[in-house]
């Protein structure tokens, strides 16, 4: 069995009971990062687990490690750093290799900061659209933002820190009329929301030093 668990975005007393309890029965984890694991097993008295390192960086690699332990009626565990593993971090590829192989999958729910700033954020949820990460680059930047005049659903994207200012400036100047909600460390102490028209947004940030993990919400 593959678990795709969710682990706390921030505040470590989101997990749920049955995340903790599939952690703790399960033969190997599948973790981004061991020290940020081992804050959650040290907070819940998992006992030292086999522990695999996937990212970015090494998953086409590790996948076919993971499968192998799977055929070998291993309990296996996925996790993330903070929240859902697929949602902008690994695990998309794992699992679609565990379908083709027929094993069984199954979903521990729980956190993940797209939802959380989305039903926090006042803009309309019936329909929305998730688009990962805006991009990095000014041009593609300008595009992307450029395409939301024209989308008729609220819009959720997350955005980096060291970037979050070049993208409340091109969003001030190309979209300053439509209504944007940044939703800063979620969860966490400094949590926050700032709210308003994009060049409303803008105004009040532009020479402020932005920190923590951003989801961007646009309606």
């Known amino acids: 069995m593959l678990y795709i668990i969710s682990t706390p975005i921030g505040n470590l007393k989101d997990i749920t009971y049955r995340a903790v309890e599939v952690l703790r029965e399960s033969d190997i984890v599948i973790a981004e990062d061991s020290r940020r694991f081992s804050i959650i097993a040290k907070e819940y008295g998992i006992d030292k687990k086999k522990l695999i390192i996937m990212n970015e960086n090494n998953e086409k690699i590790k996948v076919k490690q993971i499968i192998n332990e799977l055929k070998q009626n291993k309990s296996v565990t996925l996790t993330t750093d903070n929240g859902t593993p697929g949602i902008s971090d690994p695990g998309f590829l794992l699992v679609r290799e565990a379908v083709k192989e027929g094993i069984q999958i199954s979903p521990v729910p729980g956190p993940t900061a797209l939802i959380a700033g989305l039903v926090c954020s006042g803009l309309p949820c019936e329909k929305f659209a998730f688009l990962g990460f805006i991009p990095k680059k000014s041009g593609q930047r300008d595009k992307f933002i450029e395409s939301l ?15 979050i200012q070049k993208t409340l400036e091109a969003m001030n100047r190309v979209i300053p ?10 969860t966490k102490r400094f949590e926050e929301f700032v709210r308003g028209t994009a060049a409303d947004v803008y105004e009040k940030l532009k020479d402020k030093e932005i920190k923590g993990e951003i989801v961007i919400i646009v309606n």
């Open 149 to 163: 005049k024209k989308e008729g659903k609220t819009v959720v994207f997350y955005e980096s820190p060291y970037r």
């Open 177 to 186: 009329d439509k209504d944007i909600v940044i939703a800063r460390e979620l």
